[in-house]
């Protein structure tokens, strides 16, 4: 058994976020309207909607590498202006370096933030182990299978302790089975290392199964139609997905999400 995560006082706000973008041809497209809601420290949110809903815009902007047309984003009570905070990102694709191990790969983080070679070794190692790879960091992507790749890129993401890990349909990509293993392990290391997550997913029991709160999205421009706690008791498990109460939350956010 894990220790139950407990999530403390916001860590992020969105203040009546919008965000509009000019195409090439000079036109503007509304990507979010008035978005407003709040993450605690040690939260895990998951984001659900439509495509082109600004799921992944919702990321950016609170990475600082996008800036709100109108509100703002708050990181611990101060705006985002730009890029700078402890922040990881897993995405769908792993995006590995193919002249790179495993390891080297995890790494990554340590070459750019000037993590001491040695902390850094272990600090991967840990990690690997964690998600069963460690007979695995002399390999190279090519030798790895898609959900392997996936494991090492959290790895990588998580390989300097961030306080956010922001999470962009990271396995999106993946057969089911690899899908959910993945997604338990995710809430292994979560509950070891507790952290601020915001997970970006098109699927609702994945929403259900990992998430505090499921933040429901409308159709472009996105703003948020409903806001869902999870109050099913942790640690969760593939088990947990045959709970009454997980279909419960599950019919509940189906429901919620706009229709095209």
């Known amino acids: ?45 998951a984001i659900v909607g439509p495509s082109g809903c600004g799921k992944s815009t919702l990321l950016k902007l609170v990475a ?34 193919p002249w790179r191990s495993t390891l080297g ?11 001491d070679r040695q902390e850094a070794e272990q600090r991967a190692m840990k990690l690997l182990s964690l998600v069963g790879l460690e007979q ?21 993401a998580l390989l300097c302790s961030p306080t956010l890990l922001l999470m962009d349909e990271p396995f999106a990509a993946l057969d089911a089975l690899t899908r959910e293993t993945l997604a338990v392990e ?14 970006v997913t098109h699927s609702i029991s994945e929403a259900v199964l990992l998430a505090d709160k499921v933040v429901v999205i409308g159709a472009r421009p996105g703003t948020v139609v409903k806001s869902v706690p999870i109050a099913i008791a942790r640690p969760r498990d593939l088990s947990t997905m045959q709970l009454a109460e997980f279909q ?8 919620a999400i706009p229709r095209s």
């Not at 090519?142 to 090492?152: A, F, T, Y």
């Open 1 to 45: 058994m894990h220790a139950v995560v407990r999530a403390g006082a916001d860590l992020i706000s969105f203040e009546n976020i919008g965000r509009t973008f000019q195409t090439r041809a000079g036109e503007s497209v509304e990507a979010l309207r008035d978005v407003t809601f709040d993450i605690g420290r040690n939260e895990f949110v």
């Open 248 to 255: 419960r939350y599950a019919a509940e956010i189906r429901e």
């Open 186 to 199: 995710l809430l292994k290391i979560w509950e070891l290392e507790p952290k601020t997550v915001l997970f």
């Open 105 to 115: 790969n995890v790494l990554l983080p340590a070459l750019i933030t000037g993590m």
């Open 64 to 97: 600082g590498l996008l800036t709100p047309s109108r509100g703002r984003v708050l990181v611990e009570g101060k705006e985002v202006t730009g890029p700078g905070m402890n922040v990881g990102f897993a995405f769908q694709r792993p995006a590995l370096l």
């Open 136 to 156: 695995f960091a002399r390999k190279y992507p090519s030798e790895l299978s898609g959900g392997m790749q996936q494991r090492v890129a959290i790895c990588r």
